[in-house]
């Protein structure tokens, strides 16, 4: 139509189209603050705590305590987060991560070896059978996991006589050591889960896998289009994040000795939270590790300032809490909005 | 849409009355029929209001936090009499609802973010209310709703299928009812014809969470007391089972009144099932587990093509 | 130039979905080096042909053979392993991922420990991109650039790698002209290289431009194969329609064969219309009986103005009046309730509700008008109802079969019967015949003359220009947001249209080189 002849000699300077909305400042700053929003008020939140009760909450011991405390849900967090990139849910964690608990405690009764195995191993599968009909059959998350929510809980309370009998780990089995032991001051569980999101960090910064997740989430025609294999993909997201709320159910099963399968009620909406906050888009596509970290960390900081304050109950503590993750989602959308995400 | 995902829940649900029949003592009476009637109310009602809000693509968690709260108020404002009681039990169940959908519609927060804030914060707001304690209740009017019988029929029951009446009618023969399929199956192209589509699913929200308010009411009243940290605990997930077993799809645009009320009671069912059975409680969870996928495995077709 | 064997070559192919035959026995040759043109209406099998070739669809009989072996392929990576790849008409990258991302997913550099290389990453793609004269960030997400660069990072990720067949599904379907040109270059580029090309359009001036040859198909047949030079349009078009060719003239004068009224009343006034970075005072008055066009590039402001009168998004300033009442509020529903309806650009995303049946589609905006406190009964909708489907001919098995199986022309003509519900006194059409085959477009145009007739004002926006300047009375000209002419009904000529766009564009390019503010220069003076 417009009858140029001079293709292929195009150069940028003549291209006002190739860039058509370079983004404004404010659209970065908005996606900055999505990105390190939740860094910034852990950072705020905990400053303002050591003011207020100085060495009641600013001492290493309760800091190291907000870190063990962190580190089962961060686990499934991380997991989590993967998921909710790649526009799904996981409903099921809390009910896994208790039936973990309780298959650590029996099987500690064969020895460390079972102890281990046989949570890992359920748990497992039961992620990989949410991420083979969420993959393969194509069946709705939500409903998916919700299922797997019923089912592990009911195989908690089935294992453990309807909840009756609380399952002990005998002390000197080496079981105990992944939740009691401590390198230089520092709790295994701590360790675990810190090496646990470095990988994570990785794997989603750097490696295809993590791309191709967010790829899943950001459009999922277009993935497939684009050849990559989703199925799989999403088959090995939902059996990594079984296996990390296994892996969080030894820890805590370690930790107290015993395996309780009324444990663990509501974890899968505290790691959505902690996911949300840390400023991973709920629809998918998008979002960060180290934000999930300060999601998991922020909860705990606030948990835990609510209980140096002694005079809230723990009521307040839940209304607090749900006040808190309607400001942040509230701030966050306004953010999105101006990035037009 | 597949004839199985239309009618797979009134065939599993003949099959599973047939069975109970045969195989199970003292099924087929009167008092079984209406024990089990009364027990299904609360999450028949509520599940009644979660296929609205399916329908508009949405999501209530917080239904269960609604039932505490209601709960929890009745218990507090009985003192001015049970009718005042009850309008405040209301009023606050309407109010939440009010949140999560100026959360939603107005905020445009996804519904299970802002709902799942609403189940963790409200709970807390219930026990907060009722300073954590189980309040028992004597009163007569409340026990009158608790207990009557109308014919024979539990009066729970009939105002339960009023509720149903009422929510058909609702859907299938008001301008709301067809903005709610309309947002549910296009949210863009409703707002483009002029549907005030922020209005519609403030209305179903609130609508939610009224019906929850009500189921809340009711438990109260059957259980004679206010238990705020146990009372409705895990009840949306009964709801959206029965909603999605049903045949109303998680993705919106479609509501099923009678499908929804089948799916509460074919789930009712198959735990009384069990129970009479000597399978205990975690065998339930279990197979309701199992019964979910096979429900949405069924529908699955649909969203393939 | 053709090799004996051919590159990729199916034959006899047979689909059948529920029982009906997409594809009746169809068979296709493509040879390296050759662009093959693929055309015929909507619903004739060309979507399931592509996607039997790209392993989306197996076929139900019939053979597939890649460089002269017999092939199945499984799913599209089958395909695009063996080098087969797609462009599609909907640009299917990943909007929040950056631009090098998108180049590489799947198989991305990386180095020792298997993770991605970032620094070769961003080099090579810059570099490839620049192969297709892209000069952009690559680190930066897509969604930041502009469709037509989207649609050349589409390309330059499918021809990457090592391909012998490109297949592209109307890749120039959401393009502006001097992108398809780019886009064209780019094809006869992979040409040379010995590439063979699929592609498919509705729009046949590319296709004779760049095809070497041609398949029609219709009704899942093939109806004609040979060399593009050796076809003229008419004969082409009377093919894909089955029509004669004396049909097919006729047809297209009915569009404009109509006589405006210039006493006619004001039906619509749109006054200094202003949204920052997108509609700069623009202004726009339609008569009753009038049809006005909107002409402009993509991007010119075109369906931003018909959404600013709809009242649908924010708005910074301006005054929209109907019948000589302005609007108190901005909302679709006070537009609606003022008189005004509008087809929005994207049908699927912004028109129809798949899911709900042709009955409620059609009654959805008129609900509030044909309910009684609220309360709609389905007999007295039914009347109306079914009155609209026989006017229209919309096609659907019944009032209650689900909108989202219709073909893409009744789709349209439900949003049509939509907005005729709601007994508008104006009408915002934008590009109302946009993906809809030949047939169903000559009948939507045809309608659209008969309601200006009736007295309604109609503004009609197009991405075809011959559409706005054979549909229109007069003619509004966009550029940038701001109206940079009107041509009167004595004026109107695709030539004139061409000019102030052209124009326009040249003032661009003039301020872009020299620096010269777009003030300094002559303007084109329509402006009144």
Same mark, same amino acid.
Not at chain 2, 56 to 62: E, K, N, P, Q
Not at chain 2, 266 to 294: C, E, F, K, W, Y
Not at chain 3, 60 to 72: C, F, H, K, L, T
Not at chain 3, 93 to 112: D, I, Q
């Given at each position: 139509m417009s009858g140029d002849t001079r293709l292929g000699t195009i150069t940028a300077a003549e291209e006002p189209w190739s860039l058509d909305r370079a983004a404004t400042r404010r659209e970065r700053v908005a996606a900055q603050l999505q990105r390190g929003g939740a860094g910034l008020v852990l950072i705020v939140t905990v400053i303002v705590a050591s003011i207020v009760f100085g060495s009641r909450f600013a001492s290493v011991d309760n800091f190291l305590n907000i870190l063990e405390a962190s580190s089962f849900l961060g686990l499934v967090a991380l997991g989590m987060t993967f998921i909710i990139i790649g526009g799904g849910i996981d409903l099921s964690v809390g009910s896994l991560l208790a039936l973990s608990a309780v298959l650590t405690a029996y099987g500690s009764q064969y020895g460390s070896a079972a102890a281990i195995l046989l949570p890992l191993g359920v748990c497992g599968a039961i992620g990989l059978a949410n991420g083979i009909l969420i993959g393969r059959a194509r069946m709705q998350p939500f409903i998916v996991t919700l299922a797997a929510l019923l089912f592990a809980r009911g195989l908690a309370f089935a294992v453990s006589d309807e909840g009756n009998i609380i399952f002990r780990i005998a002390s000197g089995e080496p079981v105990l050591a992944l939740g009691q032991a401590a390198v230089i001051g520092i709790r295994i569980p701590i360790l675990i889960a810190g090496l646990a999101f470095l990988v994570g960090w990785v794997v989603l910064e750097r490696a295809r896998y993590g791309g191709g997740v967010a790829a899943i989430g950001g459009s999922e025609d277009a993935a497939r289009l684009m050849g990559l294999p989703i199925a799989r993909m999403k088959v090995v997201m939902y059996a990594v994040s079984g296996l990390l709320a296994g892996l969080a159910g030894v820890l805590v099963a370690a930790r107290s000795s015993s395996g309780q399968s009324t444990i663990g009620v509501g974890l899968e909406l505290q790691a959505i939270a902690a996911v949300v906050i840390g400023g991973t888009l709920l629809s998918g596509g998008l979002g960060s590790i180290p934000g999930t970290l300060a999601g998991v960390l922020l909860l705990n900081v606030i948990n835990n300032v609510i209980n140096q304050v002694g005079t809230l109950s723990s009521y307040t503590q839940q209304v607090v809490s749900g006040v808190f993750l309607i400001i942040v989602v509230l701030v966050q959308r306004s953010l999105a909005r101006r990035q037009r995400l | 849409m597949a004839w199985t995902t239309r009618n797979g829940v009134y065939v599993a649900l003949i099959v599973l009355i047939a069975f109970n029949l045969v195989a199970t003592r003292g099924f087929a009476t009167v008092d079984n029929a209406r024990l089990q009637l009364v027990q299904v109310v609360p999450v028949a009602i509520i599940a009644l209001g979660m296929a609205v809000v399916i329908g508009t693509r949405g999501i209530d968690l917080s239904v269960g936090s609604v039932m505490a709260i209601s709960s929890a108020l009745l218990a507090l404002y009985l003192g001015y009499g049970a009718v005042v009681a009850i309008a405040v039990a209301l009023v606050g169940g309407l109010l939440v609802g009010l949140v999560n959908g100026v959360l939603i519609a107005r905020f445009g927060i996804q519904p299970i973010v802002a709902t799942l804030a609403l189940l963790v914060g409200g709970r807390g707001?219930?026990? *907060? @209310?009722?300073?954590?304690?189980?309040?028992?209740?004597?009163?007569?009017?409340?026990?009158?709703?608790?207990?009557?019988?109308?014919?024979?029929?539990?009066?729970?029951?009939?105002?339960?299928?009023?509720?149903?009446? *009422?929510?058909?009618?609702?859907?299938?023969?008001?301008?709301?009812?067809?903005?709610?399929?309309?947002?549910?199956?296009?949210?863009?192209?409703?707002?483009?014809?002029? *549907?005030?589509?922020?209005?519609?699913?403030?209305?179903?929200?609130?609508?939610?969470?009224?019906?929850?308010?009500?189921?809340? @009411? @009711?438990?109260?009243?059957?259980?004679?007391?206010?238990?705020?940290?146990?009372?409705?605990?895990?009840?949306?997930?009964?709801?959206?089972?029965?909603?999605?077993?049903?045949?109303?799809?998680?993705?919106?645009?479609r509501v099923r009144i009678l499908g929804t009320l089948a799916g509460a009671l074919l789930m009712q069912l198959i735990g009384a099932t069990l129970i009479s059975h000597n399978l205990p409680d975690s065998a339930t969870r279990m197979v309701q587990a199992l019964i979910i996928l096979a429900a949405v495995f069924v529908q699955r077709d649909r969203a393939l093509s | 130039m053709t090799a004996p064997v051919a590159v990729l070559e199916v034959q006899d192919i047979v689909k059948r979905f529920a029982g009906v035959a997409a594809l009746d026995g169809v068979s296709l040759a493509l040879q390296g080096g050759e662009v093959h043109a693929l055309v015929g209406e909507n619903g004739a099998g060309k979507s399931t042909l592509i996607k039997i070739l790209t392993g989306v669809h197996q076929p139900d009989a019939g053979s597939i053979r890649y460089q002269g072996e017999p092939v199945a392929f499984d799913r599209p990576l089958d395909a695009q392993a063996a080098g087969i790849s797609t462009i599609y008409q909907e640009i299917n990258l990943v909007p929040l991922l950056s631009v090098a991302r998108n180049l590489f997913l799947g198989h991305e550099p990386v180095n020792r420990l298997g993770l991605i290389d970032f620094g070769r990453m961003h080099r090579v793609a810059r570099e490839i991109l620049a192969g297709y004269g892209v000069h952009v960030d690559v680190r930066r997400p897509l969604r930041d650039l502009g469709l037509g660069v989207q649609q050349m990072v589409a390309i330059a990720r499918a021809v990457s790698a090592e391909h012998r067949v490109v297949i592209m599904d109307e890749p120039t379907s959401s393009l502006e002209p001097r992108e398809v040109e780019r886009l064209l270059a780019t094809i006869d580029r992979l040409r040379r290289d010995g590439v063979a090309v699929v592609y498919v359009s509705h729009r046949l001036d590319e296709v004779f431009r760049i095809a070497d040859r041609?398949?029609?198909?219709?009704?899942?047949?093939?109806?004609?194969?040979?060399?593009?030079?050796?076809?003229?349009?008419?004969?082409?078009?009377?093919?894909?329609? !089955?029509?004669?060719?004396?049909?097919?003239?006729?047809?297209?004068?009915?569009?404009?064969?109509?006589?405006?009224?210039?006493?006619?009343?004001?039906?619509?006034?749109?006054?200094?219309?202003?949204?920052?970075?997108?509609?700069?005072?623009?202004?726009?008055?339609?008569?009753?009986?009038?049809?006005?066009?909107?002409?402009?590039?993509?991007?010119?402001?075109?369906?931003?103005?018909?959404?600013a009168i709809y009242g649908d998004g924010p708005l910074d300033g301006g005054r929209v009046s109907v019948g000589g009442v302005a609007l108190a509020r901005r909302s679709p529903a006070t537009s609606i309730a003022a008189g005004i309806a509008l087809i929005p650009e994207d049908r699927k995303v912004e028109g129809i509700v798949p899911s709900l049946s042709v009955r409620d589609n059609i009654v959805l905006a008129a609900l509030p008008t044909m309910a009684r406190a609220g309360f709609v009964s389905d007999g007295r909708l039914d009347g109306v109802?079914?009155?609209?489907?026989?006017?229209? !001919?919309?096609?659907?098995?019944?009032?209650?079969?689900?909108?989202?199986?219709?073909?893409?022309?009744?789709?349209?003509?439900?949003?049509?019967?939509?907005?005729?519900?709601?007994?508008?006194?104006?009408?915002?059409?934008?590009?109302?015949?946009?993906?809809?085959?030949?047939?169903?477009?000559?009948?939507?145009?045809a309608l659209i003359s008969e309601l200006a007739q009736a007295g309604i004002g109609v503004l009609l926006i197009s991405s075809e220009l011959e559409e706005v300047v054979e549909g229109s009375d007069r003619v509004v000209v966009l550029r940038d947001g701001a109206v940079v002419g009107v041509l009167d009904p004595a004026e109107v000529s695709e030539d004139r249209v061409m000019a102030l766009i052209a124009e326009a564009a040249a003032d661009a390019a003039a301020a872009g080189q020299d620096g010269a503010s777009p003030e300094g220069l002559p303007d084109p003076g329509e402006r009144s």
């Amino acid at each position: 139509m417009s009858g140029d002849t001079r293709l292929g000699t195009i150069t940028a300077a003549e291209e006002p189209w190739s860039l058509d909305r370079a983004a404004t400042r404010r659209e970065r700053v908005a996606a900055q603050l999505q990105r390190g929003g939740a860094g910034l008020v852990l950072i705020v939140t905990v400053i303002v705590a050591s003011i207020v009760f100085g060495s009641r909450f600013a001492s290493v011991d309760n800091f190291l305590n907000i870190l063990e405390a962190s580190s089962f849900l961060g686990l499934v967090a991380l997991g989590m987060t993967f998921i909710i990139i790649g526009g799904g849910i996981d409903l099921s964690v809390g009910s896994l991560l208790a039936l973990s608990a309780v298959l650590t405690a029996y099987g500690s009764q064969y020895g460390s070896a079972a102890a281990i195995l046989l949570p890992l191993g359920v748990c497992g599968a039961i992620g990989l059978a949410n991420g083979i009909l969420i993959g393969r059959a194509r069946m709705q998350p939500f409903i998916v996991t919700l299922a797997a929510l019923l089912f592990a809980r009911g195989l908690a309370f089935a294992v453990s006589d309807e909840g009756n009998i609380i399952f002990r780990i005998a002390s000197g089995e080496p079981v105990l050591a992944l939740g009691q032991a401590a390198v230089i001051g520092i709790r295994i569980p701590i360790l675990i889960a810190g090496l646990a999101f470095l990988v994570g960090w990785v794997v989603l910064e750097r490696a295809r896998y993590g791309g191709g997740v967010a790829a899943i989430g950001g459009s999922e025609d277009a993935a497939r289009l684009m050849g990559l294999p989703i199925a799989r993909m999403k088959v090995v997201m939902y059996a990594v994040s079984g296996l990390l709320a296994g892996l969080a159910g030894v820890l805590v099963a370690a930790r107290s000795s015993s395996g309780q399968s009324t444990i663990g009620v509501g974890l899968e909406l505290q790691a959505i939270a902690a996911v949300v906050i840390g400023g991973t888009l709920l629809s998918g596509g998008l979002g960060s590790i180290p934000g999930t970290l300060a999601g998991v960390l922020l909860l705990n900081v606030i948990n835990n300032v609510i209980n140096q304050v002694g005079t809230l109950s723990s009521y307040t503590q839940q209304v607090v809490s749900g006040v808190f993750l309607i400001i942040v989602v509230l701030v966050q959308r306004s953010l999105a909005r101006r990035q037009r995400l | 849409m597949a004839w199985t995902t239309r009618n797979g829940v009134y065939v599993a649900l003949i099959v599973l009355i047939a069975f109970n029949l045969v195989a199970t003592r003292g099924f087929a009476t009167v008092d079984n029929a209406r024990l089990q009637l009364v027990q299904v109310v609360p999450v028949a009602i509520i599940a009644l209001g979660m296929a609205v809000v399916i329908g508009t693509r949405g999501i209530d968690l917080s239904v269960g936090s609604v039932m505490a709260i209601s709960s929890a108020l009745l218990a507090l404002y009985l003192g001015y009499g049970a009718v005042v009681a009850i309008a405040v039990a209301l009023v606050g169940g309407l109010l939440v609802g009010l949140v999560n959908g100026v959360l939603i519609a107005r905020f445009g927060i996804q519904p299970i973010v802002a709902t799942l804030a609403l189940l963790v914060g409200g709970r807390g707001l219930a026990l *907060v @209310i009722a300073n954590g304690r189980l309040t028992e209740i004597f009163d007569p009017t409340l026990g009158i709703i608790g207990s009557a019988r109308v014919g024979g029929v539990p009066l729970v029951v009939l105002v339960a299928v009023a509720i149903a009446v *009422v929510v058909a009618v609702l859907i299938t023969r008001t301008t709301f009812g067809r903005y709610v399929v309309a947002i549910g199956g296009n949210p863009e192209a409703s707002a483009l014809a002029g *549907v005030p589509v922020r209005r519609v699913i403030l209305g179903a929200y609130v609508l939610c969470a009224v019906l929850a308010a009500v189921a809340g @009411i @009711i438990q109260t009243a059957r259980l004679s007391a206010a238990d705020p940290s146990f009372v409705g605990n895990l009840i949306e997930l009964s709801a959206i089972t029965a909603v999605v077993v049903g045949g109303t799809p998680l993705s919106g645009g479609r509501v099923r009144i009678l499908g929804t009320l089948a799916g509460a009671l074919l789930m009712q069912l198959i735990g009384a099932t069990l129970i009479s059975h000597n399978l205990p409680d975690s065998a339930t969870r279990m197979v309701q587990a199992l019964i979910i996928l096979a429900a949405v495995f069924v529908q699955r077709d649909r969203a393939l093509s | 130039m053709t090799a004996p064997v051919a590159v990729l070559e199916v034959q006899d192919i047979v689909k059948r979905f529920a029982g009906v035959a997409a594809l009746d026995g169809v068979s296709l040759a493509l040879q390296g080096g050759e662009v093959h043109a693929l055309v015929g209406e909507n619903g004739a099998g060309k979507s399931t042909l592509i996607k039997i070739l790209t392993g989306v669809h197996q076929p139900d009989a019939g053979s597939i053979r890649y460089q002269g072996e017999p092939v199945a392929f499984d799913r599209p990576l089958d395909a695009q392993a063996a080098g087969i790849s797609t462009i599609y008409q909907e640009i299917n990258l990943v909007p929040l991922l950056s631009v090098a991302r998108n180049l590489f997913l799947g198989h991305e550099p990386v180095n020792r420990l298997g993770l991605i290389d970032f620094g070769r990453m961003h080099r090579v793609a810059r570099e490839i991109l620049a192969g297709y004269g892209v000069h952009v960030d690559v680190r930066r997400p897509l969604r930041d650039l502009g469709l037509g660069v989207q649609q050349m990072v589409a390309i330059a990720r499918a021809v990457s790698a090592e391909h012998r067949v490109v297949i592209m599904d109307e890749p120039t379907s959401s393009l502006e002209p001097r992108e398809v040109e780019r886009l064209l270059a780019t094809i006869d580029r992979l040409r040379r290289d010995g590439v063979a090309v699929v592609y498919v359009s509705h729009r046949l001036d590319e296709v004779f431009r760049i095809a070497d040859r041609v398949t029609v198909l219709r009704d899942g047949r093939r109806v004609h194969e040979g060399r593009i030079a050796e076809i003229t349009r008419l004969e082409l078009v009377s093919r894909m329609l !089955g029509r004669e060719v004396s049909e097919v003239a006729r047809a297209r004068t009915r569009f404009d064969a109509r006589a405006t009224d210039d006493a006619a009343p004001m039906v619509l006034e749109a006054t200094g219309l202003e949204r920052h970075h997108v509609l700069h005072d623009v202004s726009l008055d339609i008569r009753s009986g009038e049809v006005v066009g909107l002409a402009g590039l993509l991007g010119s402001g075109r369906s931003e103005t018909a959404r600013a009168i709809y009242g649908d998004g924010p708005l910074d300033g301006g005054r929209v009046s109907v019948g000589g009442v302005a609007l108190a509020r901005r909302s679709p529903a006070t537009s609606i309730a003022a008189g005004i309806a509008l087809i929005p650009e994207d049908r699927k995303v912004e028109g129809i509700v798949p899911s709900l049946s042709v009955r409620d589609n059609i009654v959805l905006a008129a609900l509030p008008t044909m309910a009684r406190a609220g309360f709609v009964s389905d007999g007295r909708l039914d009347g109306v109802v079914n009155t609209l489907i026989h006017r229209l !001919g919309i096609k659907a098995s019944s009032p209650r079969q689900p909108v989202g199986e219709l073909s893409g022309g009744n789709q349209q003509k439900v949003l049509l019967a939509r907005v005729l519900c709601m007994s508008p006194r104006v009408l915002l059409l934008d590009d109302p015949t946009r993906g809809v085959d030949v047939g169903a477009k000559a009948e939507i145009q045809a309608l659209i003359s008969e309601l200006a007739q009736a007295g309604i004002g109609v503004l009609l926006i197009s991405s075809e220009l011959e559409e706005v300047v054979e549909g229109s009375d007069r003619v509004v000209v966009l550029r940038d947001g701001a109206v940079v002419g009107v041509l009167d009904p004595a004026e109107v000529s695709e030539d004139r249209v061409m000019a102030l766009i052209a124009e326009a564009a040249a003032d661009a390019a003039a301020a872009g080189q020299d620096g010269a503010s777009p003030e300094g220069l002559p303007d084109p003076g329509e402006r009144s």
